[in-house]
């Protein structure tokens, strides 16, 4: 067999990627086929309705609901702003009269002689949809968005939080093996976004929050750390709409484990660049890896990704362990055997044989394993 095992993370030079790009809600789409567009420019928008009050303003003003109508300076269809004397009564000879501000600015739906209620809605809440790539729009979506593709380099991290940033990259680290703490956060990385290596430090990204920093991407990050900086658990839902002030990607696994080499040569090589990046993940059916996007100028060789082609492990393929005893160590596929061995739990599955690379590899030899992709 040649190949098996489908590889959730994507780690490529050069590539076509595709992104939809869709409103929450059908509006206006104000790009056409083949426009190009720069990551913040806006593609389609709507308006989201806004939030409904209901009032018994009969009630407020201690009046039958028949006689509300007539009390009411402003009529339905009109528009009121916060806190508008909008309902008065007449009073006792011009005195203790009784009235009802507007508690938002919209506008009044209707007003009811039955029930004595006022139904106030807040003014639209417009939504825009930006390109998020650099590139071209090869698709539209009727009243929903478009598809932009663009050739760039693309990287998938296993963990993210925060949702879309556009900013360049900055290198931090020199080595993927290198710790970045609070004192190597400084006010000059504002609006970056931040190359680390093997770790980063619960503090260090408090820091980073407060100077402003757009993004971080390191190998590894303490797990319990998540819920000190969210201040809840995580648990399987998708993360990407936390609004911690910036986006952290994951690149390799929860502890300190080095950057891959390939993943932190690659970011390097594009430092200075902007890049497009997402922390959305989820990790249970229908997986979302977070991204870092950088879009690329001039021809080469071109992988497509991000759609519907995905080639599962082949034989001398890098490959990365995501269980014990060897969790987060580097190695490459020796042997892709068909045939069912039984592992320590006595189940009998599907293995791979591996060969550890770099210090591990030195100690350990090959070995075999059942390892699960994620």
Known sequence: MAHTYTPGLKVTERAVVRKARRLPLKGDVIRKVGDRVK????????????????VNVANVLGVGPENLPGLMRKQPGQAVIQ??????????????????????AGTIESISRVTGQVILQEAPIPVEVIAYLEGEVIELIPDEGVVVEAEASFVQGIFGLGGEVY??????????????????????????????????????????????????ITGGFHYADIKDL???????????????????????GFGAIDMARATF?????????????????QIRAGVIRPEVIVTLEGPGQLERTGLDDVRGTGIGDLIRVIRAPYFGRLGRVRGLPVELRKVDSETMVRVMAMRLVGAAAAASGSAWGAWAWS
């Open 39 to 54: 990551a913040l420019d806006v593609v389609a928008r709507t308006e989201l309705p806004g939030k409904i009050y209901a």
């Open 83 to 104: 806190d508008e004397l909008v309902a008065e009564t007449a009073g006792f000879f011009g005195l203790f009269k009784s009235g009802w501000n507007a508690p938002v």
């Open 265 to 281: 040569d690659l970011l390097g090589r594009h430092a200075g660049r902007p890049a497009s990046i997402n922390g959305a993940t």
């Open 230 to 252: 969210l201040g809840y658990e995580v648990g399987v839902a998708i993360t990407g709409n936390e609004r911690l002030g910036l986006t952290l990607i994951v690149t390799e």
């Open 167 to 216: 900013a360049p990259l900055r290198p931090l680290a020199r080595r993927p093996e290198e710790r970045i703490d609070v004192e190597h956060i400084t006010p000059d990385l504002r609006g970056q976004v931040v190359i680390g290596g093997a770790f980063i430090s619960l503090a260090a990204v408090r820091r980073a929050i407060e100077v402003g920093v757009a993004g971080i």
